[in-house]
């Protein structure tokens, strides 16, 4: 079926609309000027090998990777025991506990960072990148839950009784039977939380002391037009890793998908 | 006595092996939510009771902060630019994005993923560049200006699209097409297609049909797009402050100041309370009229 003509121009320039920030960010990331604007003057790497000498910036890299990974294992963590109990279990109060784990989903993340923050100012405790990862780890949740509800739901459940008919103690089949088949999902929550937390700002900023993470190092250096070439530089090696990220996750759900399809038929 | 057997039934549920093993396995999630989730909304609706003087902090429970709300117009007056602001961001998003899950959806053919993919790509940018960027474009010498004025479509640069609320609506629209796309397009795909045949069958234009199958049935994504979108851009403080101007800043701007520069947190507590409050009910009316819009159709 074909769309009509006037459907695929709306459509075009819709993608237009999306893709606009984005196309700029590797003009300016070339471009041999140190003002952000048109008409472009030349090409170079300068703004490339200029982010070499930030020392700031490979601090606040090194806390962002820290919280990123943190964060995704954590969610991930706490979403399989989640996913899992959802998926196989009924038990009392199921909606309600499993709609309060998603709630972060739908509050705006300046309610989850202050009222965290108020909390941990109230309590005497130091802000550092730990605290960073608490309300990360609040926030990548329903995302990990999600995606690992769907894999342990595509699961067999023939395998696991199959497993615990042969003898394998819980413990064993969980390990070795339930873990294997859910990793396309798991690898795929990883990914997320961990891209979801390299990118969070706002609950960062709240949270951060001290010890910046990537996007609060951005957020200062926007206010200094001089910094602002590195900064598309920077942002342009952040896209495509992203890009690289996301095509690995998007590989492993495939892969799931096609792993559940497989043993349907079978 | 009619609920007894129910009752019975959930009692006897709470006992038994199964529900004890996925109650064991979901109290660690659920503990690491109630403790860092739970317990901080309320220390937050505590707070908002107490009051800050500078440093030091007085625990005595007191209406002031609820109080100092309501008499300075200038928090009515955030909070209804926030409102706005959010509303109209939510519904040109889902306009703009409805048609382009309609799109993927029924003429996507077997590239419906690569679409999805493609639609998620310029999201995966840092989101303060993505904001940033679009004053790059909307700025006075800006992409938009600059390209306009090339191809003589207006002599004088643009003024109304940047440092206001149209910026903040432009930005944020921008910034929230997947989550309006994303839902839409589930919904869509849910719909059995032999429902539109038989529409059609039966003697509905397109038109009528769109109006009484297609829309209907999408209706719980498009619901789910704009709680989605609406609640968390009312707590936005980024946007309105690079792109916003004086007149486009929002609520979450106050809120903010209150935790840094003011350091009157209890202040603060009060305007996040209050927002969220509004913004419940807000959510809770389009919810309510919705499903009354729903079943007057069915």
């Known amino acids: 079926m074909r769309a009509p003509r006037s459907f695929t121009v709306f459509v075009g320039l819709y993608l237009l609309f999306l893709y606009a920030p984005v196309m700029l960010l590797p003009i300016f990331a070339f471009n041999d000027s140190a003002v952000i604007a048109f008409p472009l003057k030349g090409f170079t790497f300068g703004w490339f090998a200029g982010l070499a000498n930030e020392s700031t910036l ?9 919280v990123a990974v943190s964060s995704a294992v954590l969610s991930t963590c706490l979403g399989v025991l989640a996913a899992r109990a959802a998926a196989r279990y009924e038990f009392f109060g199921k909606k309600p506990i499993m709609s309060f784990l998603m709630l972060p989903l739908v509050l705006p993340e300046i309610i989850v960072g202050v009222s965290l923050l108020i909390v941990l100012v109230q309590l005497g405790l130091d802000l550092n990148v730990w605290t960073v990862i608490l309300g990360h780890v609040l926030v990548c949740m329903p995302f990990s839950i999600a995606i690992l509800l769907s894999a342990f739901n595509n699961m067999d459940r023939f ?3 199959a497993s615990l008919d ?19 999902g798991l690898m795929s929550s990883l990914l ?17 002391g001290t010890e910046p993470t990537l996007p609060v190092y951005i957020w200062s250096q926007l206010r200094f037009p001089s ?10 090696i952040m896209l495509i890793l992203s890009l690289v990220l996301l095509t690995a996750g998007e590989y492993f759900r495939n892969k799931s998908a096609a792993l559940a399809a497989h043993e349907n038929k079978q | 006595m009619q609920n007894f057997p129910g009752l019975f039934s959930s009692m006897a549920m709470m006992f038994d092996r199964e529900s004890r093993a996925g109650l064991k396995l979901v109290s660690t999630p659920f503990g690491f939510s109630l403790l860092l989730l739970a317990a901080p909304l309320l220390m937050m609706l505590l707070l908002s009771f107490w009051t800050q003087d500078y440093l030091v902090l007085d625990r005595t429970l007191t209406l002031d902060n609820y109080r100092e709300i309501g008499s300075h117009p200038v928090y009515a007056l ?6 706005t602001i959010s509303l109209i961001v939510t519904l040109v998003t889902v306009l703009l994005a409805f048609p382009m899950a309609y799109y993927i959806s029924f003429y996507g053919g077997k ?11 310029p999201f995966w940018t840092s989101y303060l560049l993505r904001i940033f960027l679009w004053k790059i474009i909307l700025g006075y010498n800006g992409v938009l200006n600059s390209t306009l004025q090339g191809l003589s479509i207006i002599d004088e640069p643009l003024t109304f699209i940047l440092y206001n609320a149209n910026a903040v609506v432009i930005a944020l629209a921008h910034a929230w097409a997947p989550f309006a796309i994303l839902p839409i397009f589930v919904a869509l795909e849910k719909i059995d297609r032999s429902l539109l045949e ?6 509905d234009g397109a038109v009528r049909r769109f109006f009484r199958v297609t829309l209907p049935l999408a209706m719980p994504g498009i619901v789910a797009a704009a709680l989605i979108i609406f609640i968390p851009t009312i707590g936005d403080y980024v946007t309105p402050k690079l792109v916003g101007g004086t007149d486009g800043l929002m609520i979450a701007n106050m809120i903010q100041v209150q935790f840094s520069k003011a350091n009157n947190a209890p202040l603060g507590a009060a305007i996040a309370v209050t927002a969220m409050i509004v913004v419940g009910l807000f959510a809770l009316t389009f919810v309510l009229l919705n499903r009354r819009w729903l079943r007057r159709q069915a």
Do not use: Q
């Not at chain 1, 997320?192 to 951060?208: C, H, K, M, V, W």
């Not at chain 2, 590239?111 to 790509?121: G, M, V």
């Open chain 1, 58 to 66: 490979f601090v606040a890299l090194k806390n962002s990777l820290i």
């Open chain 1, 159 to 161: 395998l696991e009784e």
């Open chain 1, 166 to 184: 042969l003898g394998a103690t819980r413990r064993e089949t969980f390990f070795r039977v339930i873990l294997p088949l859910v990793m396309p």
């Open chain 1, 192 to 208: 997320i939380g961990f891209t979801i937390s390299l990118d969070e700002f706002i609950i960062a900023f709240f949270l951060t």
């Open chain 1, 227 to 236: 910094k602002l070439p590195g900064v598309m530089a920077l942002g342009f």
């Open chain 2, 78 to 83: 955030l909070l209804k630019r926030s409102l």
């Open chain 2, 111 to 121: 590239r419906k993923s690569l679409w999805l993919f493609l639609i998620t790509i």
């Open chain 2, 198 to 203: 038989a529409a059609r069958d039966l003697g």
